[in-house]
């Protein structure tokens, strides 16, 4: 039962970020120059239509009024209405949700899928060719801006092979799984680049550690040293450099989702800003602070089924 | 290096099993499907909460008006009502619709006309100023409307083939969820909305244009990355994309299976000038600045060659004064009206750039070079659009990149925004005020559609030409390609489309 108090307590220690993160992003909103009705109306409207505009979405009220009935919102469960899409932002949220989620997940099933076995590929060939070249490699995929390795990728899967579709995010979750693949495969590379050498600096230390020899001298078979030994010791430090690709993956696949056409959250942020949707922005900063607890949350269960000495009193 | 190997095979496996499904999933077509690639999504189905495109073009697929800008920009063609007839005197407007049903099967009655114009003019429309001059309405029978006007206003006619003047069924009064399914009469009916993503449109059965639409499905994709947008093209993942960038236009134009085309669209570029500022209170700094910008350069290399150089601040429309001669690319005359006033020397100044447009980047460094060459230094500032607004309207600005766009095919929108001061935006922040085109302002919208009504805007075109409010640059045009099994496909001068027009081959 540790692990559901683990969770609430958790919860409740959001509250204070939660209060933080929302006064920082509304501040910051309101100091923007631009504001909602002038950008609806601006080149067609006179000044008492913006005037009206903006009484009628309630931002002719003074700051606090407006943060706390953001608040209040907040309260009751609802995130308020766009401006821009005249609609409830909760439920665009969550027509949008879905296509981040599944590609921030997919993505780091493919960064792990990426990561263990070339990691222990180049830990066991550390500085030879090999080891230099996966190195190599991944430098020059992290280096390359995720909009030219997208397009580089389209070119080649989509274009040349027609393996995959060029972009788009499919109807079902099969189609999903077989649009999202290039996007997933596009940041799980960049991850990767980071990763692998976590994990493989761990494997490197932890296989000159003294249990590592008992095992092999109780003639276990590598691939079990390797696996029951090795790797499980060597999983958390990269666990943790995951969780925050992760974390920062929720809000910043903007790029990868316009090159690809996902319609997820990131792009919906930037278009928010420009239009100046108020309500929108921070509907936003609340889902993805609560992305970024849950992420951290998972994180630390993963520790525990990781390392069995984790414990959350 | 067993486990590498497991790894590898089983990931493997899972990820062919689960295309192979996909791809059979996917070969499952509708009957006639045409999609076009865009490059924004619609906000809203709400045509009196409208100002973007994406939701303006959408709304026209959906919903009828009761006139209709024709294909050629030039003039009022019938929609819902098959005749109008407008009064001598202005005051007075009739008319009559077509036997035409909603998507629902209901007949569009002139109950409906009232309800959505005076929907359009009421507490809540972002566009009431066009429709209030209707001051009241009356049902002649189910299908006259007989509409009043306290004083004549000859815009009028065009306001009510805006969009915003869409016809709903009166049903939608009541129904506060209406804009997620709505009911238009217009040629396609929404049959899914993936808001981000894409806008499925089913062909209305009850159309009253016979045989059309000729597809039975649409849909409107949303792909905002230009080269993605191209590549699905490419790949026949799209039959027709609209906004292709103009540096990939010709590359894309010797692609087989493709074709492509540029459109003359209601848009204008220019470089606002304040004038209330020194140097630029002077109309012969203006005139220099004018003369000092090589326009069919900036055409040739920046937009290559998809625009024509502009004489005003209107668009290319009805009225145009055919008359006037864009500003030569004269430097030596620009020098010599600088000397004039006492600038022989030059200057130093700054001009405000919109973030995020490429080509309008650019077209502020040729800017910069060309002035450089007359001795006016520029300093260039990037600024978010909103933010580029405010500064102008707050008058703390030398110069501005910027452009307009016509929502109507009647110079009255843009003449009144970009010419009139104060009007609605003191000559689009120029702060220029010609007592003379005000005057003529005043008097064109009294005036019925005519020779009269002609030499006025021609008039007001002539003296904004010569007082030089803004450096006329040009009037870029919208490109957009299609793959040679679509028939019909065109972005119209309002740069909306008509999809009931486009055949599949």
Known sequence: ?313 | MISFWRWAQSAGLVIALGFATAMAVSDAKAETLFRLGVSEDALTLDPIASSDNPSIWAELLIYDTLIRPGTNGVDLEPGLAEKWTVAPDGKEYVFTLRDAKFSDGTPVTADDVIFSLKRAAGEKSDWARFFKPITSYEAVDQRTIKMTLETPFTPMLNNLALFSGAILPKSAETDPEFFTHPVGSGPFVLKEWRKGDRLVLAKNPHYWQQGKPAVDMAEVQVISEDNSRILKLQAGELDAIINVPFNQLKQLQSTAGIKTSAADVFRVEFVQLNTKKKPFDDQKVRQALNYAIDKQGIVDSVIFGNAVPAVSSISIMRYHNTDLKPYAYDPDKAKALLAEAGLAEGFSTTMLLPAGDSTLRNVGAVIQDNLQKIGVKVELQTLEGGAQWDTTKSGNYDMSLSYATSDTIDPDQLVGFTMVNPERANAYHTEWKDDRVNELYEAERKTLDGPEREAQFKEIEARVHEGAPYIFLYHQRAAYAWRDNVEGFAVLPTSNYRLEDVKMK
């Open chain 1, 1 to 313: 039962m540790y692990l559901l108090r683990f969770t609430i307590l958790r919860f409740v220690q959001m509250l204070p970020v939660l209060i933080g993160i929302t006064l920082c992003v509304f501040l910051l909103l309101r100091v923007m120059p631009g504001d909602p009705a002038t950008l609806i109306l601006g080149r067609r409207g006179t000044a008492e239509d913006i005037a009206r505009l903006t009484a009628q979405l309630g931002l002719d009220r003074p700051l606090w009024q407006q943060y706390l009935m953001f608040l209040w919102d907040i309260a009751k469960g609802s995130l308020g209405q766009s401006i821009a899409y005249r609609a409830p932002v909760s439920a665009i949220i969550m027509e949008r949700l879905p296509a981040t989620l599944l590609l921030v997940a997919y993505s780091t099933v493919l960064t792990v899928l990426i990561t263990v076995p070339l990691a222990i590929f180049v830990a066991m060939r550390k500085d030879r060719p090999a080891d230099l070249l996966v190195k190599g490699l991944f430098v020059v995929l992290m280096s390359l801006p995720p909009f030219w390795l997208g397009i580089l990728l389209i070119l080649l899967f989509s274009i040349k092979l027609h393996w995959f579709p060029v972009s788009g995010y499919g109807s079902n979750i099969i189609e999903n799984i077989w649009y999202l693949f290039l996007p997933a495969l596009v940041i799980a590379l960049a991850t990767s680049a980071l990763t692998i050498r976590s994990l493989r600096s761990s494997i490197i230390a932890v296989a000159t550690a003294d249990y590592v020899d008992t095992a092999r001298a109780k003639g276990l078979r590598p691939g079990t040293v390797m696996r029951r030994h090795i790797l499980r010791n060597s999983l958390v430090s990269t666990v943790s450099v995951l969780a925050v690709h992760t974390s920062w993956i929720i809000g910043g696949t903007v790029v990868v989702e316009s090159v690809f056409a996902v319609p997820g959250l990131g792009y919906l942020l930037v278009s928010s800003i420009f239009t100046r949707d108020y309500p929108m922005v921070q509907g936003l900063t609340v889902t993805f602070a609560m992305l970024v607890v849950l992420i951290s949350l998972l994180t630390d269960i993963a520790y525990a089924l990781i390392d069995p000495r984790v414990r959350y009193d």
